[in-house]
């Protein structure tokens, strides 16, 4: 029982020395990539979703105020955890205010998202700026609880120290890699970093230059099939639709006039080539066999 | 108002942009069939024999079709008369009609001159719903004179428009658009004057982002998931010829369609790179109808919103389709509503 009771105090003592790292690295993490999110959208509050909850004038101050607060509460956890922290930011005071100031942003943080869940159900949380879109659901709500709880957990904790022996290091490691998976188990943003590295541009929304397009058919079979029919190496109309590209060239087949038209797939290497052969005058016919021409079919 | 000068000069720009090569532009193209012969080439390849794209472009006889166009030559409490490209055409009201000026108003408040729009019950001359005068602007601010405002329409072509917001529909245009300033995005609908829009009331809520930095679209693996689902509206015909079946879209291939100036990006929906005239169908799934159209325009002012459509249920965001007015009534839109909740299909 005693022995249970030593382990049982390791793991605790463990699990609240290694909320004040975790804490600061979500607190900069997240003010990173909020200002990472500003200055590419060029507007502070684009996307940062609690400031909604507030009037239109303080969005602005609101953002900024926001990152501030995680960058210095972030930069306070580090600052006040070693045991080198000196002067006015040694352990104590100092070190219970900031770990009490991120339990309180944490806190405030579960009741705005809920605000915001219900004011704006489709917005973000934006809580790590771009990986933030998908909207506010009970999973980053209860990540905001944790974090809150792992704040008020850290308050009290003594300086930070290297682990005494191997057993303990290790059990350090196992809280550490335990919290990060539920914290992930909890973020929506991991699964839009694996959309990210996993993701290749479908053909369908590729932009292929139409040279490249030609190169390719030109050393295809089927240009080299019609290509002793066709009037002109230029064609006289390329369109694309989804991953197809099409070009059109005036030809003759047996001395009548014919239009060649080439398919061709977008895809990088060897892509695949279909061709066909229409009278030009084909299409250009309603229903009633008169000539269509411009303009398009009437109301009236 | 200096801005006048200014007004509509998208079709002398695009003029002279047309000069070059393989720019896809069916308004100003000296060849427009080529447009509407790419479904048969495109047949001819791949062999398909659809009905699809034979229909789109046949001339639908006028009994066939709902939507009529024209200018109010004259209103009894009994029959509205329109003058149409094709001529007169009568119109049968009854006490089920109903009338847009401004706002809702009974048909004999129609006038004389007002261009007109009107959905006809299925298969009767009788008027279900018309719309006079009925306008629409969307697009980035660019500057701003108290309640007046320019905007940019989103291409060279459709230019630049004025709008005066109604001092009564002030607050209710303010609460949707917060930022009236230059750089944001605006869409209102109102009463087509004389030169500038008459803002009456706001299509669709303000996006938080500027225009030049629309939100990136979502990452998309593999292929396109068609049908697409997603927010249709309409626009104003501008120089498309009046009773135009068809849609800008949203996304037509930057390398054959002209790389437009006001270009910020794919927008927040990926659809499939279309070429003018390819055919897509719309189907409108608040009021359960669906058409084949045309692609016949860029729908590059689309592309920058990344709103929902609320008429019927929440649509996913983005904006799939700009129809042209006459398709968004015959597929079943109201024009004050300013969208309905759509999914696209490629049609072949």
Request: some cysteine; hydrophobic content about 45%.
């Amino acid at each position: 029982m005693h022995v249970l009771g030593t382990a049982g105090g390791n793991v605790l003592g463990a699990s609240r020395e290694v909320q004040i790292p975790l804490l600061a690295a979500l607190l900069i993490g997240g003010c990173a990539a909020k200002a990472r999110r500003a200055l590419s959208a060029r507007s502070i509050e684009a996307g940062i979703g609690p400031t909604a909850v507030f009037p239109l004038r303080l969005h602005r101050p609101v953002a900024i105020a926001l990152c501030a607060g995680e960058l210095a509460l972030g930069g306070g956890l580090l600052l006040t955890a070693g045991p080198l922290a000196a002067g006015p930011l040694s352990a104590g005071p100092a070190a219970h205010a900031i770990r009490s100031a991120t339990a309180l942003l944490f806190g405030t943080a579960v009741g705005a998202l809920h605000e915001l869940r219900a004011r704006q159900p489709d917005a973000g949380c934006g809580c790590f700026g771009d990986l933030s879109d998908t909207p506010v659901s009970w999973r980053v709500m209860t990540r905001s609880a944790l974090l809150c709880a792992a704040a008020i957990a850290a308050i009290g904790v003594p300086p930070l120290h290297r682990p005494a022996s191997a057993g303990q290091a290790l059990t350090m490691l196992a809280v550490a890699a335990t919290e990060l998976v539920v914290i992930a188990i909890l973020s929506p943003e991991v699964g839009e970093i694996m959309v990210r590295l996993g993701h290749s541009e479908p053909c369908e929304v590729r932009r292929v230059p139409v040279s490249r397009t030609l190169a390719a058919l030109h050393g295809s079979a089927p240009w080299r099939h019609y290509q002793h029919h066709l009037l002109a190496t230029d064609p006289i109309d390329v369109w694309r639709e989804e991953c197809w590209q099409y070009a059109a060239f005036p030809g003759t087949v047996d001395g009548r006039r014919v239009e060649v038209v080439f398919a061709v797939y977008l895809e990088p290497r060897h892509p695949q080539v279909r061709a066909g052969i229409a009278d030009p005058g084909a299409g250009a016919r309603s229903r009633d066999d008169s000539a269509a021409a411009f303009p398009l079919p009437v109301s009236n | 108002m200096t801005w006048r000068r200014m007004q509509s000069h998208g079709g002398q720009v695009r003029r002279k942009a047309d000069l070059r090569q393989g720019c896809d532009d069916l308004i100003e193209s000296a060849s427009p069939a080529r447009y509407i012969r790419r479904s048969a080439l495109r047949a001819a390849v791949f062999g398909q024999r659809g009905s699809a794209y034979h229909s789109m472009w046949d001339r639908s006889p006028v009994i066939g079709r709902a939507t009529v166009t024209g200018q109010v030559a004259d209103v009894s409490p009994h029959i509205v008369v329109l003058h149409t490209a094709q001529g007169e055409q009568r119109i049968t009201l009854s006490p089920c009609t109903t009338a847009w000026r401004g706002a809702a108003v009974p048909p004999a408040w129609l006038r004389t001159g007002d261009v007109a729009i009107v959905r006809r019950h299925a298969k009767r001359n009788v008027a279900e719903r018309i719309w006079a005068q009925i306008g629409r602007v969307s697009g980035t601010i660019i500057e701003t004179d108290g309640t007046a405002l320019l905007i940019d329409k989103g291409s060279a072509r459709r230019g630049r428009a004025i709008v005066l917001i109604d001092k009564s529909s002030l607050r209710k245009i303010q609460v949707r658009f917060p930022r009236l300033e230059p750089g944001y995005l605006i869409d209102v609908i109102g009463l087509r004057q004389q030169g500038y829009l008459q803002a009456l009331a706001p299509a669709t809520a303000q996006p938080p982002y500027r225009a030049d930095h629309p939100p990136a679209p979502p990452l998309i693996s593999g292929r396109i998931p068609v049908p697409v689902s997603g927010t249709a509206v309409w626009h104003e015909p501008g120089a498309e010829p009046p009773g135009l079946l068809g849609l800008a879209y949203p996304a037509l291939d930057p390398e054959t369609n002209c790389e437009d100036p006001h270009a910020t990006g794919p927008g927040c929906v990926r659809l499939p790179y279309l070429s003018v005239g390819s055919a897509v169908r719309i189907r409108n799934e608040c009021a359960g109808r669906s058409a084949v159209l045309p692609v016949t325009s860029c729908g590059a002012a689309a592309r920058l919103f990344c709103d929902r459509c609320v008429e019927c249920g929440t649509s996913p965001r983005g904006r799939i389709a700009d129809l042209t007015m006459t398709a968004f009534v015959e597929l079943g839109g109201n024009l004050e509503d300013g969208c309905f909740n759509a999914t696209l299909a490629i049609a072949n």
